[in-house]
């Protein structure tokens, strides 16, 4: 079992920069990559960045990419997300996710375990 909390979302103008934060506990945080996912209003979850068991591998969706920077402390059992020139379609609510398999996916259904996700507001 894992249990994640995410914090970090607020409202903030376009051009700004949010960090995001998810703390894990349970299960041993190196043995899991990690993601973070969006959902906007009337849309679909989607996937923003995962990063691998020990840091060494990320990837971004290409909306995010050069903008946004995710990162773990596993010391911490806590992955981040780095928002940075922030713009009013990034609002949504941000989920960060583990993923227990061993073969990198950005598919949302493969992820066992779900925080209950953060609101981040982007006005223009």
């Known amino acids: 079992q894992v249990q994640l909390v995410e914090s970090g979302g607020g409202l903030v103008q376009a051009g700004d920069s949010l960090r995001l934060s998810c703390a894990a506990s349970?299960?041993?945080?190196?043995?899991?990559?990690m993601g973070w996912f969006r959902q906007a209003p009337g849309k679909e979850r989607e996937f923003v960045a995962r990063i691998s068991r020990n840091g060494g591998n990320t990837y971004y969706a290409d909306s995010v990419k050069g903008r946004f920077t995710i990162s773990r402390d596993n010391p911490k059992n806590t992955v981040y997300l780095q928002m940075n020139s922030l713009k009013p379609e990034d609002t949504a609510v941000y989920f960060c996710?583990?993923?227990?398999?061993?073969?990198?996916?950005?598919?949302?259904?493969?992820?066992?375990?779900w925080g209950q996700g953060t609101q981040v507001t982007v006005s223009s």
């Open positions: 349970g299960r041993t945080f190196s043995t899991y990559s």
């Open positions: 996710a583990a993923d227990l398999h061993v073969t990198p996916t950005t598919t949302p259904s493969r992820y066992e375990y």
